[in-house]
């Protein structure tokens, strides 16, 4: 007789996954954009979540996920907006403080969807990248024996 344990199903291999994503990766995005997490995705289809999230960091794939994410964060910040507005005044005061702490709870959700656009501390690869390479002239003070005694600076360039 066999064990009613409830058998669970083996996960679909990496190349699997990828053909079974690239044909539904309309609808992936479409869940990705109504904040449906990668956890849930994965388990619809039967896959690994490291996988989805490698095909999903693709290339080809990379900007229609940021666009999904983007669509996804906009719908949260309404969310948060509806939780401050949803205020009246004969609410209690910890049912006021219930909806602005689900409303920081929303707005902390779409900075972490779309940084660029909610997350005042974010700084761009391509700025970081500018900011370690500055750029310093080397300058030499020089002696000038005249009748004012002037220091001159000059370019290392200058001297040779």
């Not at 995705?41 to 989805?52: D, M």
């Not at 900007?63 to 205020?87: C, F, N, R, T």
Request: glycine share 0%.
């Amino acid at each position: 007789m066999q064990d009613l344990k409830e058998i669970k199903k083996k996960e679909l291999s990496k190349a699997d996954s990828f053909e079974l994503l690239e044909k539904n990766l309309d609808y992936v995005l479409n869940k990705i954009s109504n904040n449906i997490s990668y956890a849930s995705i994965a388990k619809e289809f039967n896959i690994n979540v490291a996988n989805l999230c490698f095909f999903l960091n693709q290339d080809e794939v990379r900007e229609k996920k940021e666009v999904a994410l983007q669509i996804a964060s906009y719908k949260i910040i309404d969310e948060a907006k509806q939780h401050l507005e949803s205020i009246d005044a004969d609410d209690t005061n910890a049912s006021v403080r219930k909806k602005c702490e689900l409303s920081q709870f929303a707005t902390y959700l779409a900075k972490v969807k779309n940084r660029k656009e909610f997350d005042l501390n974010y700084k761009s690869q391509e700025s970081l990248t500018n900011n370690n390479n500055i750029i310093t002239p080397q300058l030499t003070l020089k002696v000038v024996n005249n009748s004012e005694n002037q220091l001159k600076i000059t370019n290392n360039e200058e001297n040779n």
